[in-house]
């Protein structure tokens, strides 16, 4: 059965002060793990897709990096406005694909100003 | 680009009473999948409609169903509502079941 373990499970920052988002996971085997951005009572907002360890993605101040058994979402500098609850999840191969997304119960972040 | 949308926003429904939730997909995209959110916990997968055709299903009873039409929009359906069904339920579209672009969802409240 496929795991999604996210940490910290809430995290409260500094404006500026970087940071980064763990989520570690098993799968029979990996066809993609994604990370989200979600605000409250909205739905999930698609951030990046990573397919093969060593793959890196960068959006403005979000990086995500992938090994073999975990993903780092690290924020740099983060503003205000990236507070939200960051979601990893996983796509089996198992399934064909027909399986739908795993996920984690995200990491709730706070930038004070 | 239109993206996912769903409606109703919000509904409240009694105990026992059936619900239909409604979910156009992106332009271009389909494949939709249905998913359950809980307060506090990640959304779980419901499952997933292919070319009008259920084509995964995650651990949900029977009383969950749903049905794509050819425009690829797709309704979920659930019957015998119970109390626990109270969640927030969302749709995601993707292009044969890769990157799933989620919509604002429907927040269901059941008394």
């Known amino acids: 059965e496929d795991q999604v373990t996210q940490s910290p499970e809430a995290l409260r920052l500094q404006e500026g002060e970087s940071s980064s988002l763990n989520c570690s996971y098993t799968v029979s085997g990996l066809r993609g793990l994604f990370w989200y951005r979600q605000d409250p009572g909205k739905g999930p907002e698609f951030l990046f897709t990573l397919y093969s360890a060593g793959e890196e993605k960068e959006k403005e101040r979000l990086k995500a990096t992938l090994t073999k058994k975990e993903s780092f979402l690290h924020i740099t500098a983060p503003k205000p406005e990236d507070s939200a609850t960051y979601l990893c999840?996983?796509?089996?191969?198992?399934?064909?694909?027909?399986?739908?997304?795993?996920f984690g119960k995200g990491t709730h972040l706070i930038i004070q100003p | 680009e239109t993206g996912v949308t769903q409606s109703p926003t919000h509904l409240i429904k009694t105990r026992g009473q059936q619900v239909t939730l409604r979910c156009s997909s992106q332009s271009g995209h389909n494949t939709v999948s249905w998913y359950q959110q809980a307060l506090g916990q990640g959304p779980q997968f419901i499952f997933q409609?292919?070319?009008?055709?259920?084509?995964g299903r995650g651990n949900f009873p029977p009383r969950f169903s749903g049905l794509q039409f050819p425009n690829y929009s797709s309704e979920l359906n659930v019957n015998a509502l119970e109390l626990d069904d109270s969640a927030l339920y969302l749709c995601?579209?993707?292009?044969?079941?890769?990157?799933?672009?989620f919509g604002p969802g429907t927040r269901l409240t059941v008394t």
């Open positions: 409609y292919y070319r009008e055709e259920e084509n």
């Open positions: 995601a579209s993707s292009l044969n079941g890769y990157e799933q672009y």
């Open positions: 999840a996983v796509h089996d191969k198992s399934g064909g694909g027909a399986d739908g997304l795993t």
